[in-house]
């Protein structure tokens, strides 16, 4: 083992470890472009402040006993000396007009205003205005709740379109009927009458027939039972008793008329 003694050397290795590009010049430290104008301030703010403000006694003269103290004399106010604000550009505000004057405005309303009917105007508006057409819908419930019909929703109707109309062939078979009894009519000449008189022997019999079911009718009626306690009873009492009134109105009228016409229903039809 070798021991090396070093007496003398001038080398230092304290930084051997710090690369060059360690050793770079620091920047300018910042510096405010507001920082006059602040000094400034704070000059002007400190010129405003009264002797001995802010450390010990003010040093002034005692006030003078002839000049009392008055109105608005006092002890004036730290905010009398602030500084003036400057005045901001007015590049971005928006533009604003002057304010009229009296005149100007006594001018503005001496122009005659047109003078315009709003109730003739609405009623050609309206009557020009078209219908708001129905927004197409659909149940979808049985309380009603309808829901809009989106595209491709739409109901398609599989129905013909001569659905639930008269078919051509009855048509034409009506028509012929028409024209066949049409032809029949013209045929016969004068058509005969669809009343008939009735005789006096028919007339006679007729009364004579009416007043017999109103004596038949009359006797049944006389035998029913004065108590009336059920329902089928009340019934049939009713019953009889209408007949009874419509045989009487029937002889008064034949016996009120002596010239009678009747006419057959089937013919009519």
């Not at 019934?235 to 016409?261: F, G, T």
């Amino acid at each position: 083992m070798s021991i090396i003694l070093i007496t003398h050397h001038d080398e230092n290795i304290y930084n051997i470890t710090k690369s060059q590009g360690a050793f770079k010049s620091k920047a300018p430290p910042y510096k405010s472009k507001f920082r006059d104008r602040s000094n400034r301030t704070h000059k002007h703010f400190k010129r405003c402040v009264k002797q001995h403000a802010t450390m010990g006694l003010p040093e002034e003269e005692p006030p003078d006993p002839t000049n009392y103290l008055k109105k608005h004399t006092g002890i004036p106010s730290y905010t009398i000396c602030k500084p003036p604000k400057e005045a901001k550009p007015c590049e971005h505000l928006p533009h604003r007009d002057k304010v009229p004057t009296v005149s100007e405005l006594a001018k503005i309303d001496d122009k005659p205003k047109p003078q315009k009917n709003f109730v003739v105007q609405n009623i050609k508006t309206m009557s020009k205005m078209k219908a708001k057409e129905p927004e197409p819908k659909t149940v979808v419930d049985k309380s009603g709740t309808s829901k809009p019909l989106k595209a491709g929703l739409e109901p398609i109707y599989i129905k013909l379109p001569k659905f639930g109309k008269t078919p051509k062939y009855l048509v034409r078979f009506i028509k012929i009927k028409e024209k066949e009894y049409q032809m029949k009519k013209d045929a016969t000449g004068v058509q005969q009458p669809l009343c008939r008189y009735i005789t006096r022997d028919e007339r006679e019999q007729l009364l004579n027939g009416l007043k017999q079911n109103w004596e038949e009718l009359q006797k049944q009626y006389q035998v029913l039972p004065i108590l009336t306690d059920t329902i089928p009873k009340k019934i049939r009492k009713s019953k009889m008793e209408a007949d009874l009134k419509q045989l009487e109105k029937d002889i008064v009228l034949v016996e009120r008329h002596p010239y009678i016409y009747v006419y057959d229903d089937n013919e009519v039809q």
